[in-house]
């Protein structure tokens, strides 16, 4: 709640310089002035909102969409910033830029979160870019359909998920899930346990970090996990776990089985 607080009173200023400084930014929250129909009076293009971005010291941007936002007056752009999805709102003159979040009054829905989620649903990344020959492999590696998993020793969430990955493999045997060890720096034993699971290439040393027990720390030539962790920051791959269908479609987080299965089979 006081999270909540702070990010309202956060925009609120944003809002109180947008009107105090820029009659402009004002006159474009007019109901009236164009007759409704904001885009008779204003427009923004994907290269203006990039030449915004570079303002702003992201010069990599790549502009996936601008729309009018749900608050009048402002546009929202959408766009990767190192392959990940993100969202902010330029006003009407172009001369403000906010963060976000947008949160109706009514219902406290998050629109900003909602865009996002659609744009991560909608997005596709290159599955041929994955070392699937670097993976450890769950299930029958003859298997028509591969799932890739980035996952994290020391990751929760991974561990949530592992478990309903055996329970699918149980019941199908044309799956197979590829592990491809992504330690988190939030996470601070995460790389060395990822280094020493695949010195052994071993899942059991991966599910018994799961299980917090004690592995042994080894040490191998190996530059497979630097050379995930690339691959996930090239794709735009931030969280753990995050599965990727050879389709390009992407989750990132744990989902019961059944769940699993419909994301595999394409029916969400």
Not at 40 to 54: P, R, Y
Not at 106 to 129: C, W
Not at 225 to 238: F, Q, R, S, W
Request: aromatic residues 8%.
């Amino acid at each position: 709640m006081k999270r909540f607080f702070i990010l309202l009173g956060t925009t609120g200023f944003l809002f109180s310089a947008l009107f105090q400084f820029n009659p402009e930014g004002v006159q474009a929250l007019d109901k009236s002035g164009c007759e409704m129909d904001c885009q008779k009076c204003h427009t923004m293009t994907n290269q203006d909102a990039k030449e915004i971005l570079k303002e702003m010291k992201v010069p990599d941007a790549e502009i996936l969409k601008v729309q009018l936002s749900p608050v009048r007056g402002l546009w929202e752009v959408s766009f990767l910033n190192k392959g990940k999805p993100t969202l902010v709102y330029v006003d009407f003159s172009k001369s403000f830029i906010l963060p976000g979040p947008v949160v109706e009054i009514k219902g406290g829905k998050n629109r900003t979160q909602e865009q996002i989620a659609k744009i991560q649903e909608n997005r596709r990344v290159d599955f041929s870019k994955i070392p699937l020959n670097q993976a450890l492999v769950m299930g029958d590696v003859l298997a028509p359909r591969k799932v890739a998993v980035f996952t994290d020793p020391e990751c929760n969430f991974c561990e949530k998920l592992h478990q309903e990955m055996r329970k699918v493999l149980k019941e199908r045997k044309d799956i197979a899930f590829y592990i491809l060890l992504y330690p988190l720096s939030s996470h601070k034993d995460a790389y060395w346990k990822s280094k020493s699971i695949l010195c052994n290439r071993s899942l059991k040393m991966l599910e018994e970090a799961y299980e917090h027990k004690e592995i042994i720390r080894l040490e191998c030539d190996t530059r497979e996990i630097d050379a995930n962790i690339k691959v996930a920051e090239a794709l735009g791959i931030t969280g753990t776990p995050t599965l990727v269908l050879p389709d390009g479609r992407t989750h990132t987080g744990a989902m019961p089985a059944r769940q699993l299965l419909d994301f595999i089979q394409g029916r969400r």
